[in-house]
């Protein structure tokens, strides 16, 4: 049995699932940003991230966090896992 992952033709402040976003654009460019979980008040990126039109992008949201697109005529899919985005990563404790 295979699970299908959730696609968007809209995304606004929309918690994401997994670790990572195919953004597929048709004849225009969008935008997005991450906001970062809990409070969301803080972003990933200090400006959106443009993506050029007719592309299939791959990029890291990170689960829980909230993603924003703006445009039109595109497609957002989740991606990866819900743990995928520590894969490889190792040690811990205080820094």
């Known amino acids: 049995m295979s699970s299908q992952a959730n696609v ?4 606004s402040n929309q918690v994401w699932l997994t670790d990572k976003v195919q953004i597929a654009t048709g ?12 409070s969301f008040s803080d972003t990933i990126f200090s400006n959106a991230v443009v993506v050029p039109a007719y592309k299939v992008e791959y990029y890291y949201v990170g689960v829980g966090n909230k993603l924003t697109i703006s ?4 497609t957002a899919s989740e991606a990866g896992t819900a743990s ?3 894969a490889g990563v190792s ?4 820094y």
Do not use: E, I, R
Not at 8 to 11: D, E, G, H
Not at 29 to 35: E, G
Not at 71 to 74: P, R
């Open 8 to 11: 968007y033709t809209a995304v």
């Open 27 to 38: 004849n225009t460019a969008v935008t997005y940003q991450v906001n970062l979980a809990p």
């Open 71 to 74: 445009g039109s005529d595109f």
């Open 84 to 86: 995928s985005g520590t």
């Open 91 to 94: 040690g811990g404790g205080s």
